[in-house]
T-cell receptor
Framework: GDSVTQMEGPVTLSEEAFLTINCTYTATGYPSLFWYVQYPGEGLQLLLK?????DKGSNKGFEATYRKETTSFHLEKGSVQVSDSAVYFC????????????FGAGTRLFVKA | GAVVSQHPSWVICKSGTSVKIECRSL??????MFWYRQFPKQSLMLMAT?????????EQGVEKDKFLINHASLTLSTLTVTSAHPEDSSFYICSASQGTGNNQPQHFGDGTRLSIL
């Protein structure tokens, strides 16, 4: 079945460090890929998305590229800030006659000043 | 834009009580709404998909008589946890989508923390 696997956390980084959170997926058909972020005490919000192979989604300094050949959608940011501390969820959405979104387990990021 | 309001944000009640959670799309029409359950430090588990004017589609293992979902309009879906017990304590999150294609992102409510004593 369709699934999303992302690296386990927590990930702890110092401010201005480079961030990579790995995400790979399995899917029948041609999914759209998303990264959502959940800040402490808040609901999820869309961070970025990509809907076809080689698309790059970007927002707030984060970016991820839809890699069909490696079935990956790794999240990167060149210089993290304390305010980036949150839980990050990789997700895919597939057409099931309507559609269904499948989430990864989430990766908690702590950024130290 | 694309704001989803979920109410209440926190409920504490006695075992055996039924609890209703509302999910509203404030500035768009949501053809599809989703209900999730999130356990501590875990991912979201899809409970059901709700389409306006039709019966909800429940995921395997989710009791439809326990978790009643109504999607009466394009801006409102409700989840009622009937005869709630302590094991139903969890964080419930709704989301809504503006379109029907799989390229549409979901817009999430802030969640409802349900505690059953």
């Amino acid at each position: 079945g369709d699934s999303v696997t992302q690296m386990e956390g927590p990930v702890t980084l110092s401010e201005e460090a480079f961030l990579t959170i790995n995400c790979t997926y399995t899917a029948t058909g041609y999914p759209s890929l998303f990264w959502y972020v959940q800040y402490p005490g808040e609901g999820l919000q869309l961070l970025l998305k990509a809907t076809k192979a080689d698309d790059k989604g970007s927002n707030k300094g984060f970016e991820a590229t839809y890699r069909k050949e490696t079935t990956s959608f790794h999240l990167e940011k060149g210089s993290v800030q304390v305010s980036d501390s949150a839980v990050y969820f990789c997700a895919l959405s597939v057409d099931t006659g309507g559609f269904k979104t499948i989430f990864g387990a989430g990766t908690r990021l702590f950024v130290k000043a | 834009g694309a704001v989803v309001s979920q109410h209440p944000s926190w409920v504490i009640c006695k075992s055996g009580t039924s609890v209703k959670i509302e999910c509203r799309s404030l500035d768009f029409q949501a053809t599809t709404m989703f209900w999730y359950r999130q356990f501590p430090k875990q991912s979201l588990m899809l409970m059901a998909t709700s389409n306006e004017g039709s019966k909800a589609t429940y995921e395997q293992g989710v009791e439809k008589d326990k978790f009643l979902i109504n999607h009466a309009s394009l801006t409102l879906s409700t989840l009622t946890v009937t005869s709630a017990h302590p094991e139903d304590s969890s964080f419930y999150i709704c989301s809504a989508s503006q379109g029907t294609g799989n390229n549409q992102p979901q817009h999430f409510g802030d969640g409802t923390r349900l505690s059953i004593l």
